[in-house]
């Protein structure tokens, strides 16, 4: 038949799958095609020309499947072209385009911060495109299909969590957890008065280091808990509780000892942030915020200044936890400070009963049971 080939294939249809097999093998030659950035345009290109060459009309219901197999036919070496991966080349095209193409470039920039906005801003048509395809780039592709599935609507998520595992270097793992403790939303969301107390640029960056609620899903308490249990399995998981905190925290001590003029003054936890070069203290309440703590953790900040801070050290920050606050009432209190400080809930998941280890079985009832 006319306009077809020996395979029976329409011939735009042969044509395109003799590209691709050009495209891939161009991608090997470059890099390693597990963690190569050319590997991951190469599937944004891939799911462009699926969508545009609708040739999924012409083959139905069975097209990802047709696919596959051809390109496997025609790459008989290559791995990364099940069905499953075309549909996702496909969803990766969907969830970026606008802005990688530049229809809504603009409108990232609109929802970045203050800070950032006009860096964008000045170079808009210039910059932008270049860093995001960049950036797209720069992690593996297996991150991009757990991306894909948890923010498949939400580009602007995505993209924040591009950003976040570049920044960090999560492993898939890692990325899975702060994708499911919505670490998107909140992410500077604490009640704070970085905007009065701080100069603009580090405001805007100790705004952004913030997190509301933090997630303590890691920690194990009774339902009963006290503070010391609390800070007692925040440290017992050091690891997980810095990765919570943030990007760039180091620790430094808990019930850290400073001479305050004749008495002595214990501080929860201190922490330095080799990102903002500052120290950081964090107190952790089990109960509800009550503007006293304001006035503790003030006189924290300030001692820390005068007897820790170098001239080098940007302003120490003061972080308060909290089981739970009145939004409004925490602003308020903040409003009397000088000091810096943020306000944050923590979120707990594993609590088990108060006599929880009395209901479990001893060890001779449970060689009883057995002997039985």
């Not at 290559?78 to 549909?87: C, E, I, R, Y």
Request: glycine share 6%; aromatic share 12%.
């Amino acid at each position: 038949m006319p306009g077809k080939n020996q395979n029976n294939l329409p011939q735009t249809y042969a044509t395109w799958i003799s590209e691709l097999k050009k495209r891939y093998a161009q991608s090997q030659i470059k890099a390693s095609i597990a963690i190569n950035g050319e590997l991951v345009g190469f599937y944004y290109s891939l799911g462009r020309d699926i969508q545009q060459k609708q040739f999924q009309n012409t083959y139905g219901s069975g097209f990802y499947k047709k696919l596959s197999e051809d390109l496997r036919r025609e790459i008989p070496n290559a791995k990364g072209f099940s069905p499953t991966t075309l549909k996702y080349a496909v969803y990766f095209y969907d969830l970026y385009k606008d802005f990688v193409e530049g229809q809504n470039r603009q409108q990232l920039v609109d929802d970045l911060n203050d800070r950032i906005r006009q860096q964008l801003a000045d170079d808009l048509n210039n910059r932008i495109r270049p860093q995001l395809v960049d950036d797209l780039k720069k992690i593996p592709w297996a991150h991009h299909m757990v991306i894909i599935d948890k923010c498949k609507n939400s580009p602007k998520k995505a993209l924040f969590f591009v950003k976040k595992t570049i920044e960090n270097s999560w492993s898939r793992s890692v990325l899975l957890t702060f994708l499911n403790t919505d670490l998107y939303e909140r992410e500077g969301r604490a009640v704070t008065n970085f905007t009065s107390t701080l100069p603009k640029e580090q405001g805007d960056l100790a705004r952004e280091l913030t997190r509301d609620p933090y997630c303590f899903d890691f920690v194990e308490v009774r339902s009963d808990f006290e503070e010391r249990e609390l800070k007692d399995a925040l440290l017992k998981n050091i690891e997980m509780f810095l990765m919570e905190l943030g990007r760039g925290f180091a620790y430094m001590g808990r019930e850290y000892r400073l001479q305050v003029g004749e008495t002595e003054q214990f501080l929860d936890m201190l922490f330095y942030n080799t990102k903002l070069h500052c120290y950081v203290v964090v107190e952790v309440k089990t109960g509800k915020f009550e503007p006293a703590y304001i006035g503790q953790l003030s006189t924290y900040v300030v001692a820390v200044n005068h007897l820790l801070k170098s001239p080098e050290d940007k302003p120490t920050l003061g972080i308060l936890v909290c089981k739970d606050k009145d939004e409004v009432l925490a602003q308020y209190s903040l409003e009397g400070s000088v000091n810096p400080i943020a306000i944050s809930e923590f979120e707990l998941s594993k609590i088990y009963p108060k006599d929880f280890k009395s209901c479990l079985p001893s060890i001779k009832e449970l060689e009883d049971q057995l002997n039985g």
